[in-house]
């Protein structure tokens, strides 16, 4: 069945970095849109990033702009966040999600069981 | 960006009962409107796509409804295991965001 593994969190202090990781298997990867979406411990989600299923389209929320950047890897499948001058804010619990579509503008039919990235001095 | 506002933000129910819980956004999303079930301590799973079409595998007993800024999920007989959180979330347009969440407790 589909599975999507993330992997790389951890305890960072501010102003560091942090490269997330997300292993997607039982699917064509190359085919689908893919995004980032992060829950603060006890709030809601907030969407963070999202790719285009070829990788030439990204596309941030404002608060992450020119510090995150997405990526991707079709040949291992694999989805990337690479996290830099991190915030106290952004402490959260980060999920991949897949977009049901090739498209960026497609719900997410597939989640991640979340990686969690504390900020912290 | 479009804001998505929820009702209620919490609301405790006797099994079998049905719920409706309203998503309203701040501009017109069209049909871009989906809905997804969080549990505590798991991962969010899509329930509803497009505002009305129900993802595969889910209970007949989830249904939406809606267009352009007001959005129903409703949720009828409900079961105990229908307790958690839900959220709104609009791909209308970047950035894309979700609703603050409904918390249903079923008692």
């Known amino acids: 069945q589909v599975q999507l593994v993330e992997s790389g969190g951890g305890v960072v202090q501010p102003g560091r970095s942090l490269r997330l990781s997300c292993a997607v298997s039982g699917l064509t990867f190359g085919n689908f849109g893919m995004d980032w979406v992060r829950q603060a411990p006890g709030k809601g989600l907030e969407w963070v990033a999202v790719?285009?299923?070829?990788?030439?389209?990204?596309n941030y929320v404002d608060s992450v702009k020119g510090r995150f950047t997405i990526s991707r890897d079709n040949s291992k499948s694999t989805l990337y966040l690479q996290m830099n001058s991190l915030r106290t804010e952004d402490t959260a619990v980060y999920y991949c999600?897949?977009?049901?579509?090739?498209?960026?503008?497609?719900?997410?039919?597939?989640w991640g069981q979340g990686t969690m990235v504390i900020v912290s001095s | 960006e479009i804001v998505l506002t929820q009702s209620p933000d919490f609301q405790s129910v006797t099994p079998r009962e049905k719920v409706t819980i309203t998503c309203r956004a701040s501009q017109s999303v069209g049909t871009g409107l989906h809905w997804y079930q969080q549990k505590p301590d798991q991962s969010p799973k899509l329930l509803i796509k497009?505002?009305?079409q129900s993802f595969s595998g889910v209970p007949s007993r989830f249904s939406g409804s809606g267009s352009g800024t007001d959005f129903t999920l409703t949720i009828n007989t409900l079961e105990a295991e229908d307790s958690a959180t839900y959220y709104c979330?609009?791909?209308?347009?970047?950035?894309?965001?979700f609703g603050p969440g409904t918390k249903v407790d079923v008692k």
């Open positions: 979330h609009q791909t209308s347009s970047l950035p894309f965001t």
């Open positions: 497009y505002a009305s």
């Open positions: 999600a897949k977009s049901s579509t090739s498209g960026n503008y497609a719900p997410f039919d597939i």
């Open positions: 790719i285009s299923y070829d990788g030439s389209n990204k």
